[in-house]
């Protein structure tokens, strides 16, 4: 069996002797084996990971909101019209001292006065039907409401009466109809046994017919030539043949009670005759057309026209039949059916003035009713839900009042406060809503105090209260910070670089003349404080999906993640609610 071992004496050997011939290069050899040997180690040893650790401790907590706040104030007041219009007057210039309320620029204002004088019309005739309602109906209304009501009752009576009269016209026009339909059945019984016997007659005939053309078309000699040379000539007849049979098939001859009965079975008969005497004279032409041939010669082809010329010839006897029959009918019903006919007129004009009648009885009632009950309204006095309703459309029309006067005061730009005039941008004559007019105004510098404005996101404005204190550094003004007190919260957004916003506006604690408007610098506002709480760095509070927040920490050299409570939280520190102690050992962040 072959070992390793005489193989190692020899590289042993050979290696010492190596070593003994070449110091030198066995040096160098075991150096580089020894750097590519920690090399490799270096390479392919586990990484630990760098922590960075911070203690859980107790403090002061201060949340804050920051952002860049920006100096103004109501001094510099930029006034312009609300509306367009062309200017009428001006009444004051540049440098002059105003006062508060004091009429500045008016545009041409008719129409708005106008407006304001329809809407105080409205509101004084709204006053008069409040007091008209309050006061009560006067005698002599009450008195008229009532022979309204008289006059209401007594065409009600008369329209009753029509309707009388013409429920017994309808009546005897009834009975005077069935009368005759009924002299008509019995006279004209024995037309009405001729004309089914001649239907019955008629239509067996016409059944014969087609039976004797499909005995002629039986042979397959016949219908293969049809096929071959007359094609679109026999799918028509075919067609047309079908259609006549379904008929001939579908019909009975049923429906004798009356002459009006008789009449339509005889019409639907002729129809059903004409289709075969139709479909006949087609199977005639159709075997007229065919060409000579040894197997259907000429005594063959005018044997068949022979057969189908007397069968079309029977078809129109039968159909001659049919309409002697149908004129017979109609001759000895004539006078039958004219009479009829006029009855049937006054019957239906006494039925349209019955319902005519029934028609006014219900609009007269509907009338009566609304006028007792507005008689009964007048003498009862107005309710205090109308006297609501009322005054509610006096406090409407008094609203279109105030509406008018806001529009008319639109036209009128008046100084919001104590001040000086410092532009004018306006002359007299001028139409506002020009476009190279759309940047003048009347500015004038008052005397409200100097205040901070601020936009904050979405995510910051929550934490936003009145009266919360704060601060700025002004970039004028590099190291002194200026106390401020929030005094102002816009409850709608503003886009700012196309962002969504809200502006809140503080005033200065002190007083500060130094200051101009256009001044920036960062402002914060406190929105929270907690004293000796427990705090974590912020960045150790993990969300965790389904787990609430958890923190990481560092027991005996190992991970583990711990749920927590947190509070109040600020850029750096997280308040701790509950679970961690203080000294315990965070870990804020692992790098790999």
């Known amino acids: 069996m072959w070992t390793p071992l005489p193989l190692l ?27 590519f040997g920690l090399l490799l180690w270096y390479i392919f040893s586990p990484v630990q990971p760098e922590m960075i650790t911070e203690a859980v401790r107790r403090g002061d907590l201060i949340q804050k909101v920051e952002a860049v706040g920006n100096i103004t104030s109501d001094r510099d007041v930029n006034m312009k019209f609300p509306v367009t219009g062309i200017v009428a007057s001006m009444s004051v210039k ?53 022979a309204e009501v008289a006059n209401k009752r007594a065409a009600l009576e008369a329209v009753k009466a029509d309707l009388q009269s013409a429920e017994e016209k309808l009546r005897t026009s009834e009975e005077k109809l069935t009368a005759i339909k009924a002299e008509a059945t019995i006279n004209l019984a024995g037309y009405l046994v001729t004309s089914s016997s001649t239907c019955a007659q008629q239509i067996s005939l016409t059944r014969t017919a087609l039976m004797t053309l499909d005995d002629v078309f039986a042979s397959s ?63 005639y032409a159709l075997i007229s057309d065919l060409p000579i041939t040894t197997a259907f ?68 009632e509907t009338a009566l009713r609304t006028q007792e009950a507005q008689l009964a309204l007048s003498k009862a006095g107005p309710r ?63 005397s409200s105090p100097f205040r901070v404005e601020m936009f904050l996101s979405e995510v910051d404005i929550p934490k936003i209260l009145f009266s919360q204190s704060g601060s700025i550094e002004l970039d004028a003004f590099p190291g002194v910070n200026y106390a401020l007190s929030v005094t102002s919260i816009e409850p709608g957004p503003t886009k700012v670089d196309g962002v969504s916003k809200y502006r809140v506006s503080l005033s200065f604690v002190h007083p500060h003349d130094e200051f101009k408007i256009g001044m920036t610098g960062d402002a914060e506002i406190v ?12 960045r150790s509070v993990i969300q965790k999906n389904g787990s609430g927040k958890i923190v990481r920490i560092l027991e005996n050299g190992k991970v583990v993640e711990k749920p927590v409570e947190t509070g109040m939280e600020s850029d750096t520190d997280a308040e701790i609610i509950s679970g961690l102690t203080e000294g315990e050992t965070v870990v804020v962040l692992i790098k790999q």
Not at 18 to 27: L, Q, Y
Not at 404 to 411: C, G, I, P, Q, V
Not at 527 to 538: F, M, Q, Y
């Open 9 to 35: 004496r020899h590289v042993w050997a050979s290696l010492k002797s190596f070593i003994w011939r070449h110091p030198i290069w066995a040096v160098v050899l075991g150096i580089f084996t020894l750097l």
């Open 94 to 146: 540049e440098g002059d001292r105003v006062t508060a309320g004091q009429e500045l620029a008016k545009l041409r204002n008719e129409s708005y006065a106008a407006d304001l004088a329809s809407a105080a019309a409205q509101y004084r005739q709204a006053q008069a039907n409040y007091q008209e309602l309050e006061e009560g109906t006067r005698p002599e209304d009450l008195a008229i409401a009532e």
């Open 221 to 283: 000699i016949i219908t293969d030539m049809a096929k071959q040379y007359r094609t679109t000539s026999y799918s028509i007849f075919r067609a047309n043949w079908t259609s006549a049979q379904t008929a001939i098939d579908a019909f009975t001859c049923t429906g004798f009670t009356t002459y009006t009965d008789s009449l339509a079975s005889l019409q639907r008969a002729t129809v059903v005759i004409t289709q075969t005497t139709n479909v006949l004279q087609e199977a």
């Open 297 to 364: 010669d000429t005594s063959v082809r005018e044997t068949h026209k022979s057969t189908l010329s007397t069968e079309r010839a029977n078809a129109q006897s039968a159909l001659s039949e049919i309409n002697a029959a149908v004129k017979s009918l109609q001759d000895a019903s004539t006078g039958y059916t004219a009479d009829i006919a006029t009855e049937e007129n006054t019957y239906a004009a006494a039925k349209a003035s019955k319902q005519t009648a029934q028609s006014a009885i219900l609009t007269y």
């Open 384 to 446: 205090d839900t109308q006297l609501s309703a009322s005054r509610a459309s006096m406090n409407a029309a008094a609203a279109s009042v105030a509406r008018a006067k806001a529009k008319l005061e639109d036209t009128i730009i008046r100084a919001p406060a104590d001040g000086v005039i410092t532009k004018v941008d306006f002359k007299e004559g001028e139409f506002t809503g020009d476009p190279d007019n759309a940047s003048h105004s009347i500015t004038m510098l008052g």
């Open 527 to 538: 929105t929270g404080e907690r004293k000796d709480v427990l705090l974590a760095p912020v």
